[in-house]
Nanobody, 123 residues
Framework: VQLVESGGGLVQAGGSLSLSCVAS????????MAWFRQPPGKEREFVGA????????KYSPSVKGRFTITRDDSKSVLHLQMNSLKPDGSGVYYC?????????????????WGQGTQVTVSS
């Protein structure tokens, strides 16, 4: 599965930004799709994930209530709507996919990764 993110950019603190991830696959999008981010100089961290059909979702406590993940399985697209962005939300945002039956927050649980898109939140 090839994953390609888009939508990154520069936004002021308090603003909103929307990211998208398109999965190129002949067998349907991964059962679980997720967003991770890697702040400058830090490790990659879980943002949120959703199972196919949206039946199961998980969010990092740091973004819950501000970020929303949705997916359109008919188009193999994953979205991340980010509201009330904070400067610590800056980093490279990665889309990830897994055919596991469970939504996991662990990096090791995902075997497909996009190349990432940069998000910069200015204070």
């Amino acid at each position: 599965v090839q994953l390609v993110e888009s939508g990154g950019g520069l936004v002021q603190a308090g603003g909103s930004l929307s990211l998208s991830c398109v999965a190129s696959t002949t067998t349907g999008s991964p059962y679980v799709m997720a967003w991770f981010r890697q702040p400058p100089g830090k490790e990659r961290e879980f943002v949120g994930a959703v199972s196919r059909g949206g039946f199961s979702q998980k969010y990092s406590p740091s973004v819950k209530g501000r970020f929303t993940i949705t997916r359109d399985d008919s188009k193999s697209v994953l979205h991340l709507q980010m509201n009330s962005l904070k400067p610590d939300g800056s980093g490279v945002y990665y889309c990830a996919g897994s055919d596991s039956s469970m939504v996991t927050t662990a990096l090791q649980g995902y075997d497909s990764w996009g190349q990432g898109t940069q998000v910069t939140v200015s204070s």
